[in-house]
């Protein structure tokens, strides 16, 4: 009995551990975040929509490219169709997120695994998968809490700052570049990641597709430079993994 409680207190602890790590991790984060959530929430309502729909809308979707795509095709009546395609392809990324979450959280129902991909965001996936790519072992406590620490405050955060967004779209000059100030803080958030050249390679792969495909429709670019940086990373680990290997020699 006293071994059970043991167990029991050192599982909540090591839980407990875990949540606030990700939290902390996923913190710096939250300013590009935030900034983004605002000209979102500016955006749906400066497009058309009204501040009820703007709000349903940032709750039941949760995805600012999505959210932003979507956008112009309502307001001009395109069928739904369309609209629900034009948001698949734009998050099409979340595919690939998913494929490589896999292995951490094949062990539970699929209903929680559905909420935990619903909860996962493109900043939550980069700092989790740099922190966990390489461990040895997957699907343990300690990276689900990890996980579930990092994606809450982004969740918060989101609803937060759409919300003034919302709210505050009216008073928000036409002239002011939002979107650029996005961007920014975006880079901001990317550039200190850039710390190994796998991370290095990617990010120029996945810029140099996107900036290639900028006329494609729909934003298939963005899937485009999705498949390339990830598929550039994932070459270069193995090309510095074959070197590293006893008896290898430098190419």
Same mark, same amino acid.
């Given at each position: 009995?006293?071994?059970?409680?043991?167990?029991?207190?050192?599982?909540?602890?090591?839980?407990?551990?875990?949540? *606030?790590?990700?939290?902390? /991790?996923?913190?710096?984060?939250?300013?590009?975040?935030?900034?983004?959530?605002?000209? /979102?929430?500016?955006?749906?309502?400066?497009?058309? %929509?009204?501040?009820?729909?703007? =709000? +349903?809308?940032?709750?039941?979707?949760?995805?600012?490219?999505?959210?932003?795509?979507? *956008?112009? %095709?309502?307001?001009?009546?395109?069928?739904?169709? %369309?609209? $629900?395609?034009?948001?698949?392809?734009?998050?099409?990324?979340?595919?690939?997120?998913? @494929?490589?979450?896999?292995?951490?959280?094949?062990?539970?129902?699929?209903?929680?695994?559905?909420?935990?991909?619903?909860?996962? !965001?493109?900043?939550?996936?980069?700092?989790?998968?740099?922190? $966990?790519?390489?461990?040895?072992?997957?699907?343990? #406590?300690?990276?689900?809490?990890? $996980?579930?620490?990092? #994606? +809450?405050?982004?969740?918060?955060?989101?609803?937060?700052?759409?919300? *003034?967004? *919302?709210? %505050?779209?009216?008073?928000?000059?036409?002239?002011? &570049?939002?979107?650029?100030?996005? !961007?920014? =803080?975006?880079? @901001?958030?990317?550039?200190?990641?850039?710390?190994?050249?796998?991370?290095?390679? &990617?990010?120029? =792969?996945?810029?140099? #597709? @996107?900036?290639?495909?900028?006329?494609?429709?729909?934003? +298939?670019?963005?899937? @485009?430079? /999705?498949?390339?940086?990830? =598929?550039?990373?994932?070459?270069?680990?193995?090309? +510095?993994?074959?070197?590293?290997?006893?008896?290898? #020699?430098?190419?």
């Amino acid at each position: 009995m006293n071994a059970a409680l043991s167990d029991r207190i050192a599982l909540r602890a090591l839980r407990r551990r875990a949540f *606030i790590n990700g939290a902390r /991790t996923i913190s710096p984060g939250l300013v590009a975040l935030a900034i983004w959530g605002i000209v /979102t929430g500016v955006a749906m309502v400066k497009s058309g %929509l009204s501040v009820t729909a703007a =709000a +349903i809308m940032s709750l039941l979707v949760y995805a600012g490219s999505a959210q932003l795509t979507a *956008i112009p %095709l309502l307001v001009v009546g395109a069928p739904l169709w %369309l609209i $629900f395609g034009a948001g698949i392809i734009v998050n099409l990324r979340f595919v690939i997120f998913g @494929a490589a979450l896999q292995p951490y959280f094949k062990h539970m129902p699929w209903p929680k695994r559905l909420f935990l991909g619903f909860m996962n !965001v493109d900043i939550v996936f980069v700092t989790f998968m740099g922190r $966990f790519g390489s461990a040895p072992q997957k699907g343990n #406590t300690e990276q689900l809490w990890f $996980f579930i620490g990092a #994606t +809450i405050p982004c969740w918060l955060m989101w609803q937060l700052t759409s919300l *003034i967004g *919302i709210t %505050l779209s009216a008073s928000v000059p036409e002239s002011w &570049s939002l979107e650029f100030a996005a !961007v920014l =803080a975006l880079m @901001a958030l990317m550039l200190p990641l850039l710390k190994t050249r796998p991370a290095v390679i &990617s990010v120029v =792969a996945a810029g140099v #597709t @996107a900036w290639l495909t900028q006329p494609w429709p729909l934003r +298939i670019g963005l899937v @485009a430079a /999705t498949v390339v940086g990830i =598929a550039a990373g994932m070459w270069a680990e193995s090309q +510095i993994a074959k070197n590293a290997q006893p008896g290898s #020699t430098a190419s």
